[in-house]
């Protein structure tokens, strides 16, 4: 298809956003909504703040926003082609966007060459492009508060849209918890030993530094269950959604050792579920004392339950070589979203193993497509 280069950025990307934009007048559909403030290290959607490394800021008058941050709170897919230093968003109601570093041509899904404002630009290893433009490209709303200097983001979506989210922790925990359940409520703090933190992954000198979610503890009643559990908001009320987690968990543990009653890694199991209800450590009174226990339903040990589903253990895959290593994860569901059109994530371990786990957990992608 023969390319066209557009006269004027903001007129074409009007024109664009128009002619991508499906018949609505029938479609039920449902909001997302990112907002940033220029100089600020934070950004929000929904009731939830996140930090950011670097400031949004203005240039020649025009908002530049961090691209991921903001085509991935919209639910819009993000791929980065380090070859050509190009990134692609798809999302349904635009299809594809590419854009290039140093550029200030973006190309739509018809193969035109839409002109913009400013170039894209690189600002410490993160990609800022100018907000008004590649929002109204993405068939978003942009507002502007001049007295606040803050920039709000917005995109209606189509009931069959899937939403696709992405938590590295490489800045903050991004709205994740830890808890802890299956233990007395008067537990001993020092011989239990637990930790919930974010903090930097030990991983050999030659990795590139990360930093996970650590969920560590000593199981001294013979059954310890940890857990990370986050809300995600934005989805269509009381409606059931098919629901993809993938999740990478570091591990120090080798098969085949000896542990104290059992072994340490094939006796504590991982266990995912996708439910809507928020997961939490309620006091239960049993017999005459009282434990920590779920509100959910998720098995013991080695069995599953209603609302979680072992889906492994937590051996590492090379025994040969000290230190953590990456174990990769996935698990789906389909659940029914709750009256504020919102599902609750839930990864943990259950453990046999009566001594100390330690486990960190990052890069945890999640995909909701309407049923």
Do not use: C
Request: net charge negative; proline share 5%; charged share 20%.
């Amino acid at each position: 298809m023969k390319k066209k280069l557009a006269l004027s950025g903001l007129i074409t990307a009007t024109a664009a956003s128009l002619m991508f934009n499906p018949t609505s007048s029938a479609a039920e559909s449902t909001q997302q909504s990112v907002q940033f403030q220029m100089d600020q290290l934070s950004y929000s959607v929904e009731s939830d703040k996140h930090l950011l490394e670097t400031a949004p800021f203005e240039l020649h008058s025009h908002s530049m926003v961090p691209l991921r941050e903001m085509a991935l709170s919209l639910g819009s897919q993000v791929t980065w082609n380090q070859t050509d230093q190009s990134i692609t968003l798809s999302g349904r109601s635009f299809r594809d966007i590419t854009l290039t570093i140093d550029s200030n041509i973006a190309v739509n899904a018809h193969g035109e060459q839409i002109q913009l404002p400013e170039h894209v630009r690189l600002v410490n290893g993160r990609v800022f492009v100018p907000a008004r433009s590649v929002a109204l490209l993405m068939n978003a709303k942009l507002v502007w508060e001049p007295g606040s200097r803050t920039v709000t983001v917005s995109q209606h979506l189509d009931s069959a849209d899937p939403i696709y989210i992405n938590y590295d922790f490489n800045k903050d925990e991004q709205g994740w918890k830890g808890g802890f359940s299956e233990l007395p409520v008067d537990y001993n703090p020092d011989t239990y030993e637990l930790k919930h933190t974010r903090e930097l992954i030990p991983l050999p000198e030659q990795q590139e530094p990360k930093y996970g979610l650590k969920l560590s503890g000593i199981n001294q009643n013979g059954d310890l269950f940890m857990f990370l559990s986050r809300g995600v908001g934005g989805l269509k009320p009381n409606t059931d959604y098919d629901v993809k987690m993938n999740f990478a968990m570091y591990t120090d543990q080798k098969a085949g050792s000896d542990g104290v009653g059992v072994a340490p890694a094939e006796s504590v199991f991982v266990k995912a579920g996708i439910v809507n209800k928020e997961p939490q450590a309620l006091t239960v009174k049993d017999a005459e004392n009282l434990y920590y226990r779920m509100n959910l339903d998720i098995g013991y040990q080695s069995s599953n339950g209603e609302n979680a589903t072992v889906i492994g253990d937590i051996r590492k895959p090379d025994p040969g070589k000290e230190g953590f290593q990456r174990v990769d994860f996935d698990y789906s569901a389909t659940v029914t979203t709750d009256a504020q059109g919102k599902i609750y994530l839930l990864i943990g371990t259950h453990s046999g193993f009566e001594g100390l786990s330690t486990l960190y957990y990052s890069d945890i992608q999640v995909t909701a497509t309407p049923k």
